[in-house]
């Protein structure tokens, strides 16, 4: 069964920085596109970035590009979010995704609560 645990979360002063991590079993975090999305209070899931399964590309919503990046720890199985230079409108409930063959989300964790705040 497929299963993601997000953590890393919390509360962070604007322009700090949070790394969020992704656990995953099931299934190698090295073989499937993965995604990481969020989601606002009050608002729909907003896409962040997806990473493909090769690792040779990745793609970033222009509202966090030059700010957040995305790895993976094979070793580990688990996936990564480094946020940096965080702004308030970054608060929100983040989820890592697993993408199928057709880019479609197939898994999706419990999420990981991050507040940029002072």
């Known amino acids: 069964e497929v299963h993601l645990v997000e953590s890393g979360g919390g509360l962070v002063q604007p322009g700090g920085s949070l790394r969020l991590s992704c656990a995953a079993s099931?299934?190698?975090?090295?073989?499937?596109?993965m995604s990481w999305v969020r989601q606002a209070p009050g608002k729909g899931l907003e896409w962040v970035l997806t990473?493909?399964?090769?690792?040779?590309?990745?793609a970033y919503a222009d509202s966090v590009k030059g700010r957040f990046t995305t790895s993976r720890d094979n070793a580990k199985n688990a996936l990564y979010l480094q946020m940096n230079s965080l702004k308030p409108e970054d608060t929100a409930i983040y989820y890592c995704?697993?993408?199928?063959?057709?880019?479609?989300?197939?898994?999706r964790g419990q999420g990981t609560q991050v507040t940029v705040s002072s």
């Open positions: 995704t697993k993408l199928d063959e057709t880019g479609r989300t197939s898994a």
């Open positions: 099931g299934f190698t975090v090295s073989s499937s596109s």
């Open positions: 990473i493909n399964k090769g690792s040779t590309f990745t």
